[in-house]
């Protein structure tokens, strides 16, 4: 596999890789009315944390060659919104969780966003025999 050159969608899959990997816990500990749900299952927290920890290696790893790494990029774009849209939801159900207004709702709806802009467009295969020119 030959890295291809830095773009903007490298360097965000970076960025966002690390965030993930080693953000999460001092954001849950400095700004918890933005990043921690309460009442604190730190059974949920060690999954979530673990989960996005595990993504963001995986980013770290797709910013080598972003295009080979489509549909991580794609699902990590969904998913993000998918989980801001839920947690804003639940921050109107209940304003007790408003501060995540404030914190983690807008940073997953950022990191989707800015996924989906940069996403690398689909590739299209063709088979030998097209590339060659033969009509079959």
């Known amino acids: 596999m030959v890295a291809q050159p830095k773009t903007p969608l490298s360097y965000s899959l970076l960025i966002i890789g690390f965030i993930f990997i080693f953000a999460n816990v001092p954001l849950m500990e400095l700004w918890p009315s933005a990043w921690r749900w309460e009442p604190a299952h730190p059974e949920y927290e060690q999954m979530i944390l673990g989960i996005y920890a595990t993504l963001g290696v995986f980013l770290v790893i797709a910013s080598r060659n972003p295009s080979?790494?489509?549909?991580?990029?794609?699902?990590?774009?969904w998913s993000s919104l998918v989980h801001a849209g839920i947690m804003l939801v639940h921050t109107y159900r209940d304003t007790a969780h408003s501060g995540h207004l404030l914190g983690d709702v807008p940073a997953l709806a950022l990191v989707g966003l800015l996924l989906l802009v940069l996403s690398p467009e689909k590739q299209v295969h063709r088979s030998r025999s097209h590339r060659r020119g033969s009509s079959r």
């Open 68 to 77: 080979d790494n489509r549909s991580l990029i794609l699902f990590t774009a």
